[in-house]
């Protein structure tokens, strides 16, 4: 029996009412502004950016303000604005040698040109919850050094010299992009690295420590790690050339993978890559992994059916608004669904007792 | 895009400072300059998005990042002259100043508009730039070499 089901307008306003009291909290707290949250939560800002896959500091502050922290629904809500804007076009890919870095580490050399930057990190702090912040407290000032007018290369170009590390392949000039086509397997690598870039941070993870477990292990070494702002170019056709339209915060890691040869490459080491929006930087590590054991066809090695190889496991479960969207759907009204269900449910068992019947 | 001469390589310059400068500063300067020309708008400042590109290992084949928000706005002075901007995030008073300089500096007034308003603006670049990488060259290890035991 089919039942149309309307109603329930006016319980939804006044939940929707109900959730931006609850929002606000006690009014006598001070409330949260949007700048407080771009400056002093940026790090959630940045999740956003990367994952809601728009560059936009104040819109993800606002995001997390009307989604009461809740990322995913404020990541959800970047990408539903993101729709939104017309698409002027595309930059010319980003010149990651000319970072200027606030952060850039190497696992491997020690030496490297340019140093080792720590900039501001969690590394090496003890963990120890700080209540000194839960009072308010003025800031110490941030040494300062002289500034050594150093190129930072990347640590890459150095194996690269020796021929050890293999060389990356060229591609299209404008690569595919998954918003505007839907992802088709067997993906390239450029349509890998997107879905991993804006790919939910938890679902990288997790994938990437997978393979450092031994599922597709890769042996990763971090070659190098970077932090820093770079200009976005972008040719202008009524200009005739290309200017600056901005400058954003990137993370970049590049990994270094031992590799024994295959029956299509030479010994030699591989690499992964992650690029991320925002100091993101486990995000960065776990993409370079991830990126890495997906690459095993290129690389001829074997698929040893691991869930880090299998392009279609990682590809459609890593994205969370996809996931979120299928998963919550199910708590809506399935009325009639479930109808069904118990009306063939019933009759089995009718006929299932009725046998039972018979036998004895 | 043809070999960039001269003029457009100053233009360029000044169009990728007004794009990262920030609105505040930029309102500050462009009021310190006090000229209101007459205009037209070419195109009313409009947002949109652009899609940042990077490429795999950082020099292989280019893949799609993610977007940004970007403001871009055209404007035409009374004598003809034609002024573009494109600038990062949502901000269309941003944009609309940032093609008038573009436009004054075009013109007879490029002195002035340079020294009041690209001058300023680039030293305040300058100076945070200075600042924060400072603040990372505190931060940059010294490694010594401990004595090991074997002679």
Known sequence: MYVAVKGGEKAIDNAHAWLAEERRGDTSIAELSVSQIREQLALAVNRVMAEGSLYDPDLAALAIKQSRGDLIEAIFLIRAYRTTLPRFGGSNPVDTEQMICDRRVSATFKDAPGGQVLGPTFDYTHRLLDFKLAADGEVPQAPSAEIAQADTPHIMSFLDRENLIQTEPEGPETPPDLTRSPLELPATRSLRLQALTRGDEGFILGMAYSTQRGYARNHAFVAELRIGAVSVEMDIPELGFAIDIGEITLTECETVNQFKGSKTEPPQFTRGYGLVFGMTERKAISMALVDRALRWKELGEDNVGAPAQDEEFVLYHADNIQATGFLEHIKLPHYVDFQSELELIRKLRRAAMGEQEAVE | ?151
């Open chain 2, 1 to 151: 895009m043809e070999e960039m001469n001269d003029r457009n390589a100053a233009r360029k310059a000044w169009m990728s400072l007004l794009a990262k400068s920030d609105t505040s500063t930029l309102t500050q300067v462009w009021g310190a300059l006090g000229i209101a020309p007459d205009f037209s708008y070419l195109r009313a400042p409009e947002i949109g998005g652009v899609m940042v590109r990077g490429r795999a290992g950082a020099v292989g084949a280019a893949f799609n990042l993610g977007e940004m928000t970007v403001t871009r706005c055209s404007v035409k002075l009374a004598s003809g002259v034609v002024g573009h901007a494109y600038v990062q995030g949502r901000d269309k008073e941003q944009a609309r100043i940032a093609a008038l300089v573009d436009a004054l500096m075009q013109t007879k007034d490029a002195a002035v508009v340079q020294a009041t308003v690209i001058d300023p603006l680039a030293e305040i670049r300058r100076s945070s730039q200075a600042s924060r990488a400072a603040k990372a060259a505190a931060t940059k290890v010294d490694f010594f070499t401990m004595v090991r035991g074997e002679d």
